[in-house]
């Protein structure tokens, strides 16, 4: 078992003694302590005691890392991601009611009535909440047939919100996993076999679940679309399920999932991602704004998306295009291709030990983001008064210069920063950084954790 696996099976037996605690103080069962009646009184519980829980099932899915392919996904290209070492974890059981009952550390509470007849459409008031993703993941595994009952579920996470980890596209995988550990084999369910990035699971304490990484992350984009309210690409819950360092491409009407070797520190470089503590989920209006232009240029030379078209065709067609569309559009159009091809290349240099040149079009790629794609700062106030990711990406120009590489992580504006730091400089790296910066903004990430895993408890 790898050194990240094994981290992950410590973290499994910290985390399920936290959640136990944490699900009994939430979901009594009558006469407990916390149900307010033959117990303490002042430790009543948010929820209703049940009469007893059925089966124990605990379940994780990662947050990621995008390794190359910056807003690409969604017009059909290619990227590549990394599971990270952080996690977001549920604990959960049946609780013999119609009832969806769910308590997010951080959070709040949450409930959902499959008794009414509406629960299955997204709730406006929900927009951009977990509520809303665990909506939209019950709908979608009950619409594809999935035999779904009432049940408690106690979540945490490791994965910090706001700074592009992709915390919500882990949560919505962590569900999946539950609920076909709770009432599988369903919709969600897989072969014997681990996907990429599962090493966890073999040779275990047994009870693994067989997950389907692949039909798990397609739910989860429908909920983060339909349910969440943002027009996400499939990346970071493909990149969760799946584990491990993945190439994804999103050509084919299922995206394909090919497993990359990518060992920064076995090359002499730590990852790093540094947050700007502008938290980018707030402007998601702003990050919808770039498939819907990338949408615009497509469609403008007949295709539904940008890789249904060919950069030979945008400059064939470019005069126009700029005339009907700005030039804005046609620039993140032209960093698509380009994104695309740099990502082709990156692939080859991991595959051929030519890290250099992998770092190269990781600069490229920053650059383009930052002057083409133009997600790196919000715009909404007009004035470019505060543009902390730029700032960072400027810093990490002086601190690194081309001895390392530094780009825009995920969606962008705001977020955090990507860095591949040389290992003998990453303590200097950091402590500088964080100084500049005035508050701990850095963080090394494990890279290549397993993707999604569940297991019913003895």
Known sequence: MSAVA?????????????????????FPVTGSAG????????????FAPVAAHGTFVLASAPGRLEVAGNHVDHQGGRVISSAIGERVWGLAAENG???????????????????????????????????????G?????????GPLRGFDLATCSEVPAGCGLSSSAAFEVMVGAVLEALFGPGPFAGTPEPAPGQVAAEGGEGGFVPLDPVALALAGVTAEQRYF??????????????GGTVLLDFGPKVPTVTPLAF???????AVVLVDSRQDHSVHTEEFA???????????????????????????????????????????RALHYFDEVARVDRQRQALE???????????????????????????????????QPAMLIQGLCAHLLSEEGAWRIHGGGFGGSVLALVPVGEVSGFMEAMDGLLGYRACREVVVGGPGVLARRLP
């Not at 309210?229 to 799946?242: E, I």
């Not at 998306?305 to 569309?325: E, K, M, N, P, T």
């Not at 600069?363 to 505060?386: I, K, M, T, Y």
């Open 97 to 135: 009611k119609h009832l969806v009952r769910v308590s997010m550390e951080g959070f709040g509470t949450d409930a959902i009535d499959l008794n009414d007849a509406d629960w299955r459409r997204p709730h406006g008031v929900e927009t951009q909440s977990s509520g809303a993703l665990l909506r």
């Open 35 to 46: 149900d307010g009646a033959g117990g303490d009184v002042d430790a009543v519980a948010p």
């Open 289 to 331: 704004s770039v498939p819907a232009d990338m949408r615009m240029v497509a469609n403008h030379l007949g295709a539904a998306r940008l890789g249904d078209a060919d950069v030979d065709a945008l400059f064939a067609s470019l005069q126009d295009i700029r005339a009907a569309l700005g030039d804005g559009r046609v620039m």
């Open 137 to 145: 993941m019950l709908a979608a595994y009950d619409e594809a047939g």
């Open 352 to 386: 051929e030990g030519d890290f250099p040149l992998f770092l190269k079009c990781v600069r490229l790629s920053g650059a383009s983001s930052a002057q083409f794609l133009q997600n790196v700062s919000p715009h909404g106030d007009g004035c470019g008064e505060r």
């Open 263 to 269: 060992d920064a520190t076995g090359v002499g470089y």
């Open 6 to 26: 094994l981290r992950c099976d410590a973290d499994a037996d910290r985390m399920l003694a936290h959640l136990r605690e944490r699900f009994a103080e939430v």
């Open 229 to 242: 309210g943002k027009p996400c690409g499939a990346q970071d819950q493909l990149a969760s399920a799946c």
